[in-house]
């Protein structure tokens, strides 16, 4: 099971990015699978998630109306579209999956499987 994050950088507030995290070795749509965030000196905490079962979706209070999260089954991979960019949204960003969780959750600790984080810095 491997999960390779791609798609961060720097952008100015206000702007866009999105995340992509392609899985190999397993299906992504049999796994709970979900964005999580760690900024320097914090814990790491969720931003979304989408459930294995009925594609039920969380988002994070701080998130809603502002990130997207997807998958495309045919690319095997889980996105996140992030809109209206604010500089609190800087953090190293992963991916993360578990098969046996549903549904999916916020808590970092329940998932088994993590991709590398990609950088998000939010800044003018």
Same mark, same amino acid.
């Given at each position: 099971v491997q999960l390779q994050a791609s798609g961060?950088?720097?952008v100015q507030p206000g702007g866009s990015l999105r995340l992509s995290c392609a899985a190999s070795g397993f299906t992504l $749509?049999?796994?709970a699978i979900g964005w999580?965030?760690?900024a320097p000196g914090k814990e790491r905490e969720g931003v979304s998630c989408?459930?294995?079962s009925d594609?039920?979706?969380y988002y994070a209070d701080s998130v809603k109306g502002r990130f997207t999260i997807s998958r495309d089954n045919a690319k095997n991979t889980l996105y996140l579209q992030m809109n209206s960019l604010k500089p609190? $949204?800087?953090a190293v960003y992963y991916c993360a999956a578990d098969f046996h969780l549903d549904p999916c959750s916020s808590w970092y600790k329940e998932y088994d499987y993590?991709?590398?984080g990609t950088q998000v810095?939010?800044?003018s």
């Open positions: 961060g950088g720097l $749509d049999d796994y999580f965030r760690q989408i459930s294995s594609g039920s979706t609190e $949204d800087t993590w991709g590398q810095t939010v800044s």
